[in-house]
């Protein structure tokens, strides 16, 4: 068998056993959704009674989306933890000039260089 072959197979193996997981998960996932809509705990989910007549069925509860909470004449008093004006100042970025100087023309220096180079 060539490398190749054999780095494949392995690929396909692992593929396999990775969707295998994968759908494992899925599954319990829904198993353990469908158990908490139905208020039983997941362990308990197979063995519940199919009869309508339970005697210790808990008591749903149900709690409000959001809370608002009115504190106008009501004196509060604390102490705050944070400071009460924070600014963040930033510096302006520098520029300097550049310490080397800048040449439009460098055919003096080439000149230079053919003629040494012969």
């Known amino acids: 068998m060539s490398s190749a072959y054999r780095t494949g197979i392995a690929i396909v193996i692992l593929a396999t ?6 759908a494992m998960g899925l599954a ?29 069925k808990k008591p749903r509860v149900v709690y409000p989306k959001s809370t608002e909470l009115d504190f106008e004449g009501a004196k509060i008093e604390g102490e705050i933890r944070n ?11 520098e520029k300097f000039d550049s310490l ?3 040449r439009k023309n460098f055919h003096r220096e080439m000149l230079r260089d053919v003629v040494l180079s012969r």
């Open 28 to 56: 319990f996932s829904v198993r353990a959704q469908a158990a908490e809509r139905l208020q039983v705990p997941t362990g308990q989910a197979a063995s519940a009674p199919s009869s309508g007549a339970s005697a210790s």
């Open 17 to 22: 056993i990775g969707v295998v997981f994968f």
């Open 83 to 93: 400071p009460g004006e924070f600014y963040f100042q930033r510096k302006p970025e």
């Open 100 to 102: 080397v100087k800048r």
